[in-house]
């Protein structure tokens, strides 16, 4: 009941906070640009300029330029405008023929998210028939796969972690009794998933590398991307935890900070006020992880929680409980947060429906639960089962939200 009243306390200060919270756009948006869209040019302007939400990075934009062929007209790189850095301009060919022309310009937004811009403008005369650019747009699939098995190992397993610790005083098996030899294997796919992350996403920046300016010390070009340091951090602490014959401590430390560097690589890093959105999101985090940590630790020894261990039973039981509910009210006020709620609903568009499918995963996770817990405390009774269909619904919900957080929502 304490830690109910506590947590209750919390819920509503938070709730104050958000009072005066306003919504404020999460990925770098193009605000002016000379010339205007669809603008038709008497002269040749002599350069392209582009105004956005955000200040940018000079290493991180790139503009092309195609003409009503598809075919790309070389242009030198692009400049920051000297005194305003959200502004970039770029030379045009002074040879420039008439007709119609597509600019697509690609910055990294605050939250490290890539952005891009079109803008079609004609010169002289509107040309009959505008071909497709022959650029081609970076898959973001792999980068979402991707992400999404990677950090539902860490997520999962991190859980598993903290709750095989607390298991221990009820007499239940450790961590490395739970998975004994898969341990390392978790380990080995974790950091083959997040070194494959980095080159995935650096493939899918405009302009520069990342792993150049790794290379280089290129603090000014790493700093631009949130995900590209979560990942860096994330590699160390995997590291750290690999380091043999430490106390426990050290272990249970290096694997919070794993679980909660996660919340530090997304949309948070674009609202107002920063320290809020990085909590909600910590939380968010890390009941997720707590809740199907418990629920994998429940399946690997359900034969041994249930024979007669109330104890752990009601521990259990208020555990998940807890989870579910800072994870589900984290969930709701990070979406007040970061998303004006009537201009989601006016248009709607993918990242509406992927968090329609997280909600229905969630209360489907918490369906299963209820009947599952009722059969615990009555008739004494795990069913596995219903255990495996939670954890599958937990999964999927953690492929939604990952794929939302690669998306520009409604703000």
Not at 202 to 216: E, G, H, K, N, Y
Request: charge should be neutral.
């Amino acid at each position: 009941m304490k830690s109910t009243k506590i947590l209750v306390r919390i819920i509503c200060f938070l709730l104050i906070l958000m009072g005066g919270i306003g919504n404020v756009q999460a990925h770098a948006g193009l605000v002016d640009s000379s010339p205007k869209e669809g603008e038709l040019l008497h002269h040749n302007p002599g350069q392209l300029s582009f105004a956005f939400t955000e200040v940018l990075e000079a290493d991180l934009v790139e503009i092309h330029l195609y003409d009503w062929n598809g075919e790309e007209v070389k242009l030198e790189r692009p400049k920051l405008q000297p005194g305003d850095a959200s502004r970039v301009h770029v030379s045009l060919p002074p040879d420039l023929a008439e007709g119609t022309y597509t600019a697509i310009v690609s910055v990294v937004s605050e939250d490290g998210h890539p952005v891009e811009e079109r803008l079609i403008f004609s010169l002289g005369q509107k040309s009959a028939h505008v071909a497709e650019p022959s650029q081609k747009q970076a898959d973001p699939t792999y980068l979402i796969l991707l992400r999404f098995l990677t950090q539902s190992i860490l997520l999962v397993g991190g859980g598993l972690y903290l709750v095989a610790c607390l298991a221990q005083r009820y007499g239940l098996p450790s961590f490395a009794q739970s998975l004994g030899r898969g341990r390392p294997i978790g380990w080995l796919l974790m950091f083959i998933g997040l070194t494959s992350l980095w080159f995935v996403y650096d493939a899918s920046l405009p302009a520069a590398s990342l792993t150049t300016a790794l290379w280089q010390g290129n603090v000014s070009v790493l700093s631009q991307s949130p995900f590209a340091i979560m990942l860096l951090v994330s590699a160390l602490l995997l590291l750290l935890l690999g380091v043999p014959g430490m106390i426990t401590g050290w272990y249970v430390a290096v694997w919070l900070l794993l679980i909660v560097t996660q919340a530090f690589g997304g949309h948070a890093w674009g609202l107002s006020p920063l320290w809020l959105a990085l909590l909600l999101r910590v939380l968010h985090v890390l009941s997720i992880a707590l809740w199907l940590g418990a629920l994998a630790y429940l399946l690997l020894h359900r034969s041994q929680a249930q024979r007669g261990n109330e104890a752990f039973k009601h521990f259990f039981l208020r555990l998940v409980a807890m989870a579910a509910l800072v994870s589900l009210l984290t969930g709701i006020l990070m979406l007040w947060v970061q998303t004006d709620l009537a201009k989601m609903l006016e248009s709607w568009m993918i990242w509406n429906d992927l968090l329609v499918v997280k909600l229905v995963l969630v209360l489907l996770m918490l369906i299963v639960a209820y009947r599952q817990r009722n059969g615990w405390l009555g008739k004494h009774v795990l069913n596995e089962k219903r255990l495996r269909w939670e954890v599958v619904f937990g999964i999927l919900a953690i492929f939604a939200g990952l794929w939302m957080s690669q998306m520009p929502y409604p703000g």
